[in-house]
């Protein structure tokens, strides 16, 4: 794709936030046009969740298969109860308690799709994933438009997931109409995905909200260890699948050792330029030319909310060879390193 639209940025004070601003970023997407947006997890690319030719051109302008289903936001439950289906009373009773709970927030319920969605959104599905996002422009800017916004992270298909304007601007200045700018994401990992149409319910792709928390309020257990389309991965065999990757190779290391075992690696790389990604309490103890601090192991928000940051820094760094320790034992571990193992492509060295 050419780069030749007029991308406009809106740079927003969450205290303080410009109408006008609000108003022209929802006339892009009424529009047709494309927006990049802040969400509490990561920026959205959104267009008109109602209109195949808008969902068309997210798919081309994030190089991202078509048949890999967009996510829904809506504003507030008229606009929920538009977006799905009512044919399936059963599903329909849990997202409402599920809403009712978490609702504005990082959770994406998938339901039987209501006839307003058409399929290209839904990469073909019958099926659609829908959520309400907490931060203010985000809802204002969907409740503006008065129509559901389809927005996948705002990434080129492949890279880390954007939790910075920068990051979309580095992906898709000149390519989208809009871009506001709200500062860093606060939860900084995408939206907990649940789907509501098998039984019991599953969990398709961790994040903030977790299992427990969803089990309290639905009061029964759900699974964990699905897949979203996405995640199903490549379709032709011996394809190599990596995602939110960074150029560098990068490897995760575990186990009592994995200290020496990262500074030793470091050095047989010495010729390379090599990057450690470790816990704040760890950053003086390699030996690395680049340390990467993703913050405090006692904070797993932190790590969370930098995560994706750090994976982009690797590249602006030039780094070749990186290190990560396993972050699976702080709060919030489990989702991080979901990320993370794709981002290595699967290069974990359980060193003990
Ligand atoms: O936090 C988030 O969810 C962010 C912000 C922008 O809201 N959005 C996001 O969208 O992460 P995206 O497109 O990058 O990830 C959506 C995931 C994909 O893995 C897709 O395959 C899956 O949701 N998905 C969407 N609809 C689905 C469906 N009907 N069935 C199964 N998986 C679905
Ligand atoms: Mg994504």
Redesign the pocket.
């Known amino acids: 794709m050419s780069n030749s639209i007029a991308t406009r940025i809106f740079v927003i004070d969450e205290d303080n936030i410009d109408e006008s601003y609000i108003r022209e970023a929802a006339s892009i997407i009424k529009e047709g046009g494309l927006l990049a947006f802040p969400?509490e997890?990561?920026?959205?690319l959104g267009g008109d969740a109602t209109d195949a030719t808008a969902a068309a051109r997210i798919y081309a302008a994030k190089g991202r298969p078509s048949d890999?289903?967009?996510?829904v936001?809506v504003s507030d439950m008229d606009m929920f109860y538009k977006v799905v289906s009512k044919r399936d009373e059963e599903s329909l009773a849990l997202a409402e308690k599920l809403a009712g709970a978490f609702w504005p927030g990082?959770l994406?319920l998938?339901l039987e799709k209501g006839d307003l969605i058409p399929g290209q959104t839904?990469g073909g599905?019958d099926?659609?994933?829908v959520?309400m996002?907490s931060r203010r422009a985000a809802r204002l800017i969907i409740e503006k438009a008065g129509i559901p916004v389809a927005?996948?992270?705002a990434n080129i298909s492949g890279r880390p997931?954007p939790t910075r304007a920068a990051h979309v601007i580095e992906d898709f200045y000149g390519r989208i109409e809009g871009i506001v700018d709200d500062g860093p994401s606060p939860i900084g990992l995408?939206?907990t995905?649940i789907?509501l149409t098998v039984s019991p319910p599953a969990i398709?792709?961790k994040g903030f909200i977790e299992k427990q928390d969803i089990e309290k309020v639905l009061g029964m257990p759900v699974t964990e260890g699905g897949n979203?389309?996405?995640?199903k991965g490549p379709k032709a065999p011996g394809m190599k699948y990596r995602h939110y990757a960074p150029k560098a190779s990068l490897t995760i290391v575990s186990g009592i050792r994995m200290t020496s075992a990262i500074n030793e690696m470091v050095r047989k790389n010495k010729d390379k330029k090599t990057g450690v990604i470790c816990v704040s309490e760890n950053a003086d103890l390699y030996a690395s030319e680049k340390i990467y601090d993703v913050g405090s192991r006692d904070r797993g928000e932190e790590i969370m909310a930098n995560i994706y940051a750090v994976l982009r820094s690797l590249d602006e760094d030039n780094i070749e060879v990186a290190f990560s320790e396993d972050f699976s034992e702080v709060s919030h571990g489990d989702a991080v390193m979901e990320r993370l193992i794709k981002a290595a492509g699967g290069k974990i060295l359980r060193d003990n």
């Open positions: 969400t997890t990561v920026y959205g890999n289903p967009l996510i936001h990082p994406t998938i839904t599905l099926t659609v994933a959520r996002p927005a996948p992270s997931s995408e939206s995905i789907d398709l792709r979203t389309v996405e995640n």
